[in-house]
């Protein structure tokens, strides 16, 4: 157990739809990254919220986009699915400079 | 793009030391190298990190050659449970005090009884 919680564990959207993922950080870290991890890949970098700003981003369009709470836990939200975009997102938090604790991820399926 | 290169897949048997290469030619002097393993599409489990040093923990060492453009996890009783896709990275730092880990493919190691 890394104290990362991330919700929910799987979901079925429609293809157009939006989506909402929720990541509860390890209690003391101020930091969150979320990744996608395709289907027999590693995971992919997505985004970093430090102090509720997104501070760096992967290579991934403006339809991606995230919040970090003031209790630093943290939503993902996809807009307009597309197919490719089912994957395993997982959620990472970690104080600045040191390793960072995944969550079991949510499996997202887009039909 | 992931700057490790690891073999895709490796066995050993139960009880024995298993040694996972990770060759990172290209990382800068300030960047980590960090394991992280994979079972069955969980969250990766963090191992260990290191920069220079070699590094042990309860889990495993960490060995880096002295250029850092190669490193060696070691996992020195290996037990069937360590059975997973292993991850090496670099932790690439991408702006003032914002970090990414970079995955590549992993090793896919198997523990045979």
């Known amino acids: 157990e890394t104290g990362v919680t991330q919700s929910p564990t799987h979901l079925i959207k429609t293809r157009g739809q939006q989506v909402t993922l929720r990541c509860s950080s390890q209690?003391?870290?101020?930091?969150v990254s979320w990744y996608q991890q395709a289907l027999g890949q590693g995971p992919q970098f997505i985004f970093q919220y430090y102090r509720e700003e997104e501070n760096g981003r992967g290579n991934f369009p403006p339809r991606f986009s995230g919040l970090q709470f003031p209790n630093y836990s943290s939503e993902l939200n996809v807009n307009a699915l597309e197919l490719d975009d089912s994957a395993l997102y997982l959620c990472a938090s970690s104080r600045v400079n040191t390793e960072a604790f995944f969550g079991q991820g949510t499996r997202l399926t887009v039909v | 793009d992931a700057k490790t290169t690891q073999p895709p897949s490796m066995d050993c048997a139960e009880g024995r030391a298993a040694n996972l290469p990770c060759n990172h030619s290209t990382i800068s002097g300030n960047e980590y190298v960090y394991w992280y393993r994979q079972i069955h599409s969980q969250g990766p489990q963090y191992i260990i990190h290191g920069l220079k040093n070699n590094e042990t923990n309860e889990m495993a060492s960490l060995i880096i050659t002295e250029d850092r453009k190669s490193s060696t996890l070691i996992l020195p009783h290996a037990t069937l449970r360590d059975t997973a896709v292993y991850y090496c990275i670099v932790r690439v730092e991408y702006a003032q005090g914002a970090q990414k880990l970079v995955f590549g493919q992993g090793t896919r190691l198997t523990i045979n009884p």
């Open positions: 209690s003391g870290h101020n930091t």
